[in-house]
């Protein structure tokens, strides 16, 4: 366990790595006795880092919903992140590749929550309730530490969150059985991926349950508008300066966004 002011110097160091568009050593070398309690602290810090320097706070992500990056990151359950507001785009976006260290791209879905949601015992049917609309998503994924990286160094670096792109078609969560949307992801007109949304836990609002459960053992819960990242049903595809970006998601419509 780390003292308060290891946390402290731990979340600067992540902040001042972005701002220097630099990785760092990983937080498990520097600090080697930090512990995922640590981490979701330091994690929190940085985000008042950034909130202080003008961002706002606009939901939540999930990452490692997914058994066999679970398996790889040797645990057994995903991890979580925040979003803020200067990292939400619009389909169509041209992104500057050098706002990132190492980009790459998941396929996902993002849930507007329509109410509050907050544990215990959340499930399914009370985040399909809660939600007001669904829309397909694209998460970029981003280090700013250096690699391998254990769990702690992942959920410190705000569970390897970039930015967000959303599109598409909105739809409400009875519209379509949301366990079957499909997509694929293409970089300059390859199909690098393609995947289902069942492959997200089972189905794409378990993440959410598990979240709203999570952060009620912290005292903090999901909020009227918050939007959601529920988790990739594509393995990440690295981007770089110049790519261009298609996810297709069939009937919901599509995503694109290049890098320049």
Avoid at 199 to 215: D, E, F, Q, R, S
Wanted: glycine residues 10%; charged residues 25%; contains cysteine.
């Amino acid at each position: 366990m780390l003292t308060d002011e290891e946390r402290r110097r731990a979340a600067e160091a992540l902040f001042n790595a972005a701002c220097d568009r630099k990785a760092i050593p990983q937080l498990s070398k520097t600090f080697p006795n930090i512990e995922i309690e640590d981490a979701y602290r330091i994690q929190h810090l940085w985000a008042e880092h950034r909130i202080a320097a003008g961002a706002r706070m606009i939901g939540h992500k999930i990452g490692l919903t997914s058994r066999a990056m679970q398996m790889a990151s040797k645990i057994t359950e995903p991890d979580y992140g925040c979003m803020l507001d200067d990292a939400l785009y619009n389909d169509g976006a041209q992104i500057r590749a050098d706002t990132f260290l190492k980009p790459r791209l998941e396929v996902e879905l993002a849930f507007v929550l329509g109410a509050d949601l907050e544990g215990p015992g959340v499930r399914i049917y009370d985040v399909m309730r809660a939600t007001e609309l669904v829309i397909p998503a694209l998460e970029i994924i981003d280090y700013r530490t250096e690699v391998p990286r254990a769990i702690t160094d992942t959920i410190a670096d705000n569970a390897a969150f970039g930015a967000i792109v959303v599109g598409g078609r909105p739809i409400r969560p009875m519209d379509v059985d949301i366990r079957w949307i499909g997509a694929t992801l293409s970089k300059n007109g390859i199909i690098e991926e393609s995947g289902v949304s069942a492959a997200i836990m089972g189905h794409p609002a378990a993440g959410i349950a598990w979240l709203v459960n999570k952060l009620y053992a912290v005292g903090d819960k999901l909020k009227k508008g918050e939007i959601v990242l529920g988790g990739s049903f594509t393995r990440p595809v690295d981007v770089a300066k110049g790519d261009v970006i298609q996810a297709d998601y069939g009937p919901l419509g599509a995503v694109g966004l290049s890098f320049v």
